[in-house]
């Protein structure tokens, strides 16, 4: 049974041998990687694209790696993941600040002359969390699928700096060419793709950069980092679940006080060049003062630094200055679910209070009036989506109509006014993900089923599409309906990573969001047969309140 095929990548490593070992020779020496005779791959894990990033290149930019060797390295588990304040589950395989490192997936039997394109996984985690080790971003299936229906595509993922080791910004780092690191980390892995990439059969002049979450606002990132400019590095992009629009762009009045406690608790307060004192001190030393959960408000996330990121996302996004490549780019229905407080929005005046109070939204009183009206409350037009008068009580009297709004302000306003960019550019291919997710219960094993839908007050929330596209039996879910769409969701990307267009003999047609002739674009909606199948719908679901706060996003100063 395919529910089986979770435990096949474990058995794998557990058999493969020294003699079966597929070995590649980059341009600093060679690797050893591991031959999965079950899914007919060869994986090549924990791969360095930079040199380690403790003491002395801590808060610089990435630096290239320079050491050459003799004789073949092991690349055959995942690296440390780079440092953050999750190591209960980010740290499976080690944490440290030489932690800068790529995963490769490729068809058995691919070679120098091969030229595949490349799917690379960024993942999410707030910008504050996560690794490419996680189980979730397993690539071996969706390298499979791309096999199986004749668009073999090398499956990759990297690790890079986040929170504060990765976004750290003062006045200290203003202006010093070492701001945006996380992004700057990311399009350093690129580079070592576009230099090394040939010698696992895998073409650079067809790379897809591909994220979810904090990864999708990478994503939107790096299409506008330099005004646009690609320097060659990618040519398609995938956003799921978040826009460059969507994540904070904070400066030294927000961060300055945090840096300069951080600064204080290791005694660098009065050093004459504070980052170089920070840069002495041992990591375990300075690990304790790092995290976001010491500090309030949202943690470090990239900035307006006049280089990697010239101007606010929405500005940037108005003139026209981002790469003009084909988009595959959505949303979940229910994505604000994640988002609204919980328990505390039960009159008008709570929700109010929030909106004028709360999440650094800075909108004036009328703002936040009209914001009201255009979000009434009304539990059958709340999120989630098709619950009927269900309120959902226990979570807030309303918490649906407080999701609608944080869904629509982080999530799918941002995405109205990016597609709508795109599409006049380039290619661009839209969807609504609208299947609740599988939840599989915390003391289950690798290999069995135990657990249900997620909660009902969920719905089809952030991160649900996840499991479909990288089509991993062990966290779609039992069913065989979860099975197809997992299968067609995953060839649409996979076919558009290879292509640049999703369409294909036996899927939904897809068509280009601005194809139908009018101002609201089209999406596909991607659901169960026993939902009805996927359909395309013309995108202008709560148009008017998705309107009004892309219009007030600017005043959020993203």
Not at 148 to 154: D, L, Q, R, S, Y
Not at 226 to 232: I, L, N, S, W
Request: charge should be negative; glycine fraction near 10%; proline fraction near 6%.
């Amino acid at each position: 049974m395919r529910s089986r095929r979770s435990a096949v990548i474990i058995a794998s490593l557990l058999i493969a041998t020294a003699s079966a070992d597929p070995i590649v020779t980059v341009k600093n020496g060679s690797y050893s990687g591991l031959y999965l005779p079950q899914f007919g791959q060869d994986l090549f894990l924990g791969i360095p694209y930079a040199q380690d990033t403790g003491l002395q290149n801590r808060f610089r930019i990435p630096q290239t790696l320079t050491e050459t060797w003799n004789g073949t390295r092991a690349a055959k588990n995942y690296s440390d993941a780079c440092p953050d304040a999750n190591p209960d589950s980010d740290a499976i395989y080690g944490m440290s600040e030489n932690c800068l490192s790529i995963n490769i997936v490729r068809p058995a039997g691919t070679n120098t002359t091969t030229k595949l394109p490349i799917l690379l996984w960024i993942h999410g985690g707030s910008y504050q969390v996560g690794t490419s080790g996680l189980s979730n971003y397993n690539l071996t299936y969706i390298v499979e699928k791309s096999v199986e229906i004749g668009k073999p595509i090398i499956g990759a993922s990297i690790n890079y700096r986040k929170s504060s080791w990765g976004n750290m910004y003062s006045i200290e780092l203003q202006g010093s060419g070492n701001t945006n690191l996380a992004l700057r980390d990311m399009r350093q892995g690129l580079a070592w793709i576009q230099e090394n990439i040939k010698a696992f059969g895998g073409d650079p002049g067809s790379v897809t950069i591909w994220g979810e979450s904090s990864g999708s606002f990478a994503v939107g990132q790096l299409v506008l980092s330099y005004g646009g400019r690609t320097d060659g590095l990618f040519h398609r992009s995938i956003q799921e679940s978040g826009s460059a629009a969507t994540a904070w762009y904070n400066g030294t009045d927000w961060y300055q006080p945090i840096f300069d406690k951080i600064v204080d608790s290791v005694n660098c307060s009065s050093a004459v060049d504070k980052v170089e004192c920070l840069r002495a001190i041992p990591y375990p030393e300075l690990y304790p003062f790092m995290n976001a959960s010491t500090h309030p408000g949202p943690g470090f996330y990239p900035t307006v630094d006049g280089d990697v990121i010239p101007n606010y996302p929405t500005e940037l996004i108005r003139a026209g200055r981002f790469a003009h490549i084909p988009h595959l780019y959505g949303t979940n229905s229910d994505e604000g679910t994640d988002n609204a407080p919980v328990g505390i929005i039960n009159t008008d005046d709570d929700l109010r209070s929030f909106l004028l109070n709360d999440m650094g939204f800075d909108f004036p009183e009328s703002t936040v009036d009209q914001i009201m009206e255009l979000y009434p409350d009304d539990p059958a037009i709340g999120i989630p989506l098709n619950t009927g008068n269900e309120r959902f009580a226990d979570y807030g009297w309303q918490f649906k109509r407080a999701a609608a709004i944080m869904g629509d302000v982080f999530y799918h306003a941002p995405r109205l006014d990016d597609a709508r960019h795109y599409a006049d550019h380039a290619p661009t291919f839209v969807y609504r993900f609208n299947t609740r997710p599988f939840e599989n219960a915390t003391n289950a094993t690798y290999t069995d089923y135990v657990g249900e839908l997620a909660p009902a007050y969920k719905g089809v929330e952030h991160f649900s599409e996840v499991a479909f596209v990288f089509n991993n039996p062990s966290t779609v879910g039992p069913w065989a309906g979860y099975e197809r769409l997992s299968g067609l969701m995953s060839s649409l990307w996979i076919r558009f990573a290879h292509d640049g267009d999703p369409n294909g003999e036996g899927l939904p047609y897809w068509p280009r969001y601005n194809s139908g002739g009018n101002a609201t674009g089209l999406n596909l909606v991607l659901q169960t047969d026993q939902q009805g199948g996927c359909y395309v719908e013309q995108d202008t679901y709560r148009l008017e309140g998705r309107e009004f706060l892309t219009k007030w996003a600017r005043r959020r100063h993203v």
